[in-house]
């Protein structure tokens, strides 16, 4: 398919383990994004990379988050020691001049 | 800073009827951008809206953008139980390195 695809689904962990999701956006798209949806709230940015430019990281909730992007394509977005406030879908999207799409959201549940 | 604001946060309507979603926003917005969330599933884009007076429709679903008021609306006609889901819209924030700012969304319910 031609749309943006995350790994894994779905993440269960216990806390204070270290979880790694992975984005792999639409071909030529130059922007990525990392969002994140708590149960029943609305989205939460959290990270921003176009192109060669440095990564806009306002979004990150501590320095436990971080993320990058090789090769201009895929990102991993790594959350370490996670908490349990760290739970929610973890969407990624990629862009055009018109639109963003979204990735399917990998489902990160820490116990 | 842009902020965006939908009402209502939850609408239960009956199949047939007609009603508006609200989304607000605070500063100049380049674009504003509608998507519909199924339970579980991840964002489906609706309409990209880019310019004053722009009016976009599919189907049941209709855009509108006022960039003079910074308001959007979707506007439902004839709703259908399909249509059942969660819907958003996003401000396009120019400052902020071409950042997404999304409202609290909308969760449509509509009764068979």
């Known amino acids: 398919g031609a749309g943006v695809s995350q790994s894994p689904s779905n993440k269960v962990t216990e806390k204070g383990k270290d979880v790694e999701l992975r984005c792999d956006p639409i071909s030529g798209h130059t922007a990525l994004y990392w969002y994140r949806q708590s149960l029943g709230q609305g989205l939460e940015f959290l990270i921003y990379?176009?192109?060669?430019?440095?990564?806009?990281k306002s979004g990150l909730p501590s320095d436990r988050f971080s993320a990058e992007r090789t090769g201009g394509s895929v990102s991993t977005l790594t959350i370490q020691r996670t908490q349990q406030e760290d739970s929610a879908v973890y969407l990624c999207a990629s862009n055009n001049y018109r639109a963003k799409f979204f990735g399917p959201g990998t489902r990160l549940t820490v116990l | 800073e842009l902020k965006v604001e939908q009402n209502p946060l939850f609408l239960s309507m009956q199949e047939g009827k007609n009603y508006t979603i609200y989304c607000n926003y605070s500063?100049?917005?380049?674009?504003l951008y509608w998507y519909r969330q199924d339970p579980g599933k991840s964002l489906e884009s609706l309409f990209v809206l880019l310019s004053n007076g722009a009016v976009k429709q599919e189907g049941r679903l209709m855009a509108s953008l006022d960039t003079k008021a910074r308001l959007s609306t979707l506007h439902i006609t004839a709703a259908v139980h399909d249509l059942s889901a969660t819907y958003f819209c996003a401000g396009l924030n120019n400052n902020a390195g071409n950042m997404l700012t999304f409202g609290g969304g909308t969760r449509l319910m509509v009764k068979p």
């Open positions: 990379f176009q192109g060669n430019s440095a990564p806009d």
């Open positions: 500063t100049t917005s380049d674009r």
